[in-house]
């Protein structure tokens, strides 16, 4: 006699591969989305050197009257670093002098402005409209207001470049005696 008894197979069944690929793809998910936090956290840092490096450049050409323009025969009196809240773009410009004096450091002066512009990376914005101030020839770094470097007290604190994006949030920090410092993610201007 003849056994018709079915061997049993070994493998997996449908519901086990299914509670598989469920946990796979859940995992998936929750990578992808910590990946994506991560990279906001990168773009703000890496956005916070550039302007960093690009307040030290202008205050760098005040202490040492470079002519970033290109045209022959302008003098710089000022370079002033600015942006506008809710974009990416970082403004370095001086203002040129011509053939007239400067004005004495901290005066306001009217006059022709001229520079480039950079923008942030990947949608990083600036929180608010800010600017600062770097007299040539000695770099001192003034607010908006026209308020001198060494006049800066508690009351005004230092000139704040703040960037965001998503929940990431990183701030550049002009101080009354022209340092400049990038306070990280999460951390503000003391």
């Known amino acids: 006699m003849t056994s018709n008894t079915y061997k049993m197979s070994r493998g997996f069944t449908l519901i086990e591969v299914m509670v598989s690929v469920a946990i796979l793809a859940l995992m998936a998910a929750v990578t992808i989305v910590s990946m994506n936090g991560g990279r906001n956290r990168q773009e703000v840092e890496a956005s916070t050197r550039l302007v960093a490096a690009t307040l030290r450049e202008a205050q760098n050409n005040a202490l040492s009257g470079k002519n970033?323009?290109?045209?022959?025969?302008?003098?710089?009196?000022?370079?002033?670093?600015?942006?506008?809240?809710?974009?990416?773009?970082?403004?370095?410009?001086?203002?040129?002098?011509?053939?007239?004096?400067?004005?004495?450091?901290?005066?306001?002066?009217?006059?022709?402005?001229?520079?480039?512009?950079?923008?942030?990376?990947n949608g990083v914005t600036f929180s608010s409209s800010t600017e600062v101030y770097f007299d040539v020839p000695r770099g001192e770094p003034k607010n908006a207001a026209g308020v001198l470097g060494v006049e800066l007290n508690s009351a005004t604190g230092p000139v704040d470049f703040s960037m965001t994006k998503g929940a990431d949030t990183a701030h550049v920090c002009v101080y009354p005696l022209g340092r400049i410092e990038e306070a990280s993610v999460g951390a503000s201007c003391p």
């Open 68 to 121: 970033i323009t290109g045209t022959a025969g302008s003098r710089p009196c000022q370079f002033r670093v600015r942006t506008t809240g809710g974009t990416g773009t970082i403004t370095h410009e001086q203002l040129n002098a011509g053939d007239v004096l400067c004005p004495n450091p901290g005066t306001a002066t009217n006059g022709a402005w001229s520079g480039f512009s950079t923008d942030l990376l």
